[in-house]
């Protein structure tokens, strides 16, 4: 028996807007209920093993694969549509050389210098960071995902971005997923503050860096910390009727 699909009392889109604005049917793909449990527990075991290595090979990695992660992760859902992103991409010695001396004088004000307090300073402890930032060299590739506060036409008219912290945040997180995916290794890296990678990278005004991914394979046998994920019972609640 086929099921039975509701009747919108509002569809969508309405015959006016379509009129005006082009749309076109849904490319969805649907599973067989097994395929759609294999296809979970495949996607949950790969993304279970994604780590953020802090030394990594100097193996080249091709051009192409960074460019398919980037194409990715710009499939991501966005605020009004604007995509508010641009991934600047480096593999250049010379740019790598100056983003980790400029970030490494960050960060040595930072842990040195203590401008991060004794409780970030706790926070990070088990984790082990410090100011030495020698991946940023030795990876071959680092991308910086820079947010688009706001849109600067041709004609130097500028337009709102909606929502570009969780657009450019979703974004983040379907390149990381593109990257573990095809089997390369990155870290979220966030030196603070950032905005020595406008000025290095040659970007506009109206962008601004959010995070910057050191790119490679990671050194073989490579060590992160020992640490478990939550569990399921401590990251998802299950709500059955109204709370007020
Ligand atoms: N930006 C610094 C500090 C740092 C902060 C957090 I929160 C981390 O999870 C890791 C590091 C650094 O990159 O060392």
């Known amino acids: 028996m086929t099921h039975a699909e509701p009747v919108y009392e509002h569809p969508y889109p309405p015959a006016e807007l379509e009129s005006e604005h082009p749309f076109r049917v849904l490319d969805f793909v649907e599973y067989p209920p097994d395929e759609m449990a294999e296809r979970a527990a495949a996607f949950e075991a790969l993304m279970t093993r994604r780590r953020s290595p802090r030394l990594f090979s100097d193996r080249p990695v091709p051009r192409e694969l960074i460019e398919s992660a980037i194409r990715t992760a710009a499939t991501a859902p966005s605020g009004a549509h604007k995509q508010p992103w641009r991934f600047v991409a480096t593999k250049s010695a010379e740019v790598k050389t100056a983003i980790r001396a400029a970030a490494e004088e960050e960060e040595r004000v930072n842990y040195l210098e203590s401008r991060m307090?004794?409780?970030?300073?706790?926070?990070?402890?088990?984790?082990?960071?410090?100011?030495?930032?020698?991946?940023?060299?030795?990876?071959?590739?680092?991308?910086?995902?820079?947010?688009?506060?706001?849109?600067?036409?041709?004609?130097?008219?500028?337009?709102?971005?909606?929502?570009?912290?969780?657009?450019?945040?979703?974004?983040?997180?379907?390149?990381?997923?593109?990257?573990?995916?095809?089997?390369?290794?990155?870290?979220?890296?966030?030196?603070?503050?950032?905005?020595?990678?406008?000025?290095?990278?040659?970007?506009?005004?109206?962008?601004?860096?959010?995070?910057?991914?050191?790119?490679?394979?990671?050194?073989?046998?490579?060590?992160?910390?020992?640490?478990?994920?939550?569990?399921?019972?401590?990251?998802?609640?299950?709500?059955?009727?109204?709370?007020?």
């Open 117 to 244: 307090n004794d409780e970030w300073q706790e926070a990070l402890a088990p984790i082990g960071t410090d100011h030495h930032k020698e991946f940023l060299e030795l990876a071959p590739w680092i991308v910086v995902l820079f947010e688009e506060r706001f849109e600067r036409r041709p004609d130097g008219e500028t337009r709102k971005n909606y929502y570009v912290k969780e657009s450019v945040g979703i974004a983040a997180g379907i390149f990381i997923s593109a990257l573990h995916n095809m089997g390369l290794a990155t870290l979220t890296h966030t030196p603070s503050p950032m905005a020595f990678l406008t000025r290095m990278l040659g970007r506009p005004d109206n962008e601004r860096p959010f995070v910057m991914f050191p790119i490679g394979y990671p050194l073989p046998d490579v060590k992160v910390p020992d640490f478990d994920r939550k569990p399921l019972d401590e990251v998802m609640v299950m709500v059955d009727e109204p709370a007020d």
